[in-house]
């Protein structure tokens, strides 16, 4: 399975939302990552065929997706941000009913449901009304619907959001399981989402690819040093309005920052092992004192 996007753009008036994208993608999982904003849901859009393209192509196995039509979308499983349902319906009745709408038979549209219910832990409330799920359960009940089909192209849009560590941590090793014989393309601008279980991460921003290839070669692509100090406590607005202080701990003797930096910002900092959570800093935010970094 091989996924070949070709030059791909898509406008909206005078906004470009995805710039000239040029990338191939095979069985295993792709992390993108990018801050809100940065065109990633426009990009699973068009691979899910529901935003045409301005131009550029997108190619499944050599051939066009959008002249292949339903036998691409029978490759294909969808998580979107938000995903509708009716709320009284039990997640059984959900599940068989998004199965008949994809054209799956009522007989193995059963077998199917059973066996996601299982993979996705939700067995045990399989009886329960959507209405009455939690965040963590909906997204589960998310997974399994796209999984209905069992889909060779996984397509999840951030995923985990609005999710506690717990589930997560779950959701993440779900994902990576679920890998093992497809293609999944995640968008999250959450770091950890994709640090431990991502193939390649692509970095994103304002609809151009900036940066691509395994979590260590994407760190490698940081040309700044990072460093670790500590500061006296009066000291820490000065630092913040100067550099990018990708993390801060208040401690007794005072306060240890992390300064992205080409320079030594300071005589006792001590050069460190860049992380991912840097990298994103580095390419997305501003100076942490300024209020839209996300780390």
């Given at each position: 399975?091989?996924?070949?996007?070709?030059?791909?753009?898509?406008?909206?008036?005078?906004?470009?939302?995805?710039?000239?994208?040029?990338?191939?993608?095979?069985?295993?999982?792709?992390?993108?990552?990018?801050?809100?904003?940065?065109?990633?849901?426009?990009?699973?859009?068009?691979?899910?065929?529901?935003?045409?393209?301005?131009?550029?192509?997108?190619?499944?196995?050599?051939?066009?997706?959008f002249s292949m039509?339903?036998?691409?979308?029978?490759?294909?499983?969808?998580?979107?941000?938000?995903?509708?349902?009716?709320?009284?319906?039990?997640?059984?009745?959900?599940?068989?009913?998004?199965?008949?709408?994809?054209?799956?038979?009522?007989?193995?549209?059963?077998?199917?449901?059973?066996?996601?219910?299982?993979?996705?832990?939700?067995?045990?409330?399989?009886?329960?009304?959507?209405?009455?799920?939690?965040?963590?359960?909906?997204?589960?009940?998310?997974?399994?619907?796209?999984?209905?089909?069992?889909?060779?192209?996984?397509?999840?849009?951030?995923?985990?959001?609005?999710?506690?560590?717990?589930?997560?941590?779950?959701?993440?090793?779900?994902?990576?399981?679920?890998?093992?014989?497809?293609?999944?393309?995640?968008?999250?601008?959450?770091?950890?989402?994709i640090e431990y279980?991502?193939?390649?991460?692509?970095?994103?921003?304002?609809?151009?690819?900036?940066?691509?290839?395994?979590?260590?070669?994407?760190?490698?692509?940081?040309?700044?040093?990072?460093?670790?100090?500590?500061?006296?406590?009066?000291?820490?607005?000065?630092?913040?309005?100067?550099?990018?202080?990708?993390?801060?701990?208040?401690?007794?003797?005072?306060?240890?920052?992390?300064?992205?930096?080409?320079?030594?910002?300071?005589?006792?900092?001590?050069?460190?092992?860049?992380?991912?959570?840097?990298?994103?800093?580095?390419?997305?935010?501003?100076?942490?004192?300024?209020?839209?970094?996300?780390?």
């Amino acid at each position: 399975m091989e996924l070949k996007i070709t030059n791909l753009s898509k406008k909206f008036g005078d906004f470009t939302a995805v710039d000239n994208l040029n990338v191939t993608m095979t069985t295993g999982v792709y992390g993108l990552l990018g801050v809100n904003g940065a065109g990633k849901t426009t990009l699973m859009r068009m691979l899910c065929t529901l935003l045409k393209p301005t131009s550029g192509t997108i190619y499944c196995d050599g051939k066009d997706i959008f002249s292949m039509d339903s036998e691409y979308r029978k490759l294909l499983g969808y998580l979107p941000q938000e995903f509708g349902f009716y709320p009284e319906f039990t997640i059984k009745d959900y599940l068989l009913y998004i199965a008949s709408l994809k054209g799956i038979r009522p007989i193995v549209a059963k077998k199917r449901v059973k066996e996601l219910v299982v993979k996705v832990g939700l067995q045990k409330a399989i009886n329960k009304k959507m209405k009455n799920l939690s965040g963590g359960m909906k997204r589960r009940v998310g997974i399994a619907q796209a999984m209905l089909n069992n889909p060779k192209i996984l397509i999840l849009d951030e995923p985990t959001a609005g999710l506690d560590p717990n589930e997560r941590i779950r959701f993440r090793n779900l994902i990576s399981e679920l890998a093992e014989e497809r293609l999944v393309l995640l968008s999250t601008h959450i770091v950890s989402d994709i640090e431990y279980i991502a193939n390649e991460i692509w970095l994103f921003k304002d609809g151009k690819l900036m940066h691509k290839g395994s979590s260590e070669e994407v760190i490698n692509s940081m040309p700044e040093n990072v460093w670790e100090c500590y500061v006296g406590k009066s000291e820490v607005s000065y630092f913040m309005n100067k550099y990018k202080i990708s993390n801060m701990k208040t401690e007794a003797n005072g306060v240890m920052l992390r300064i992205i930096s080409l320079e030594k910002p300071i005589e006792n900092a001590k050069c460190v092992e860049a992380s991912l959570e840097d990298v994103f800093l580095y390419y997305f935010g501003e100076k942490a004192g300024n209020e839209n970094v996300e780390i």
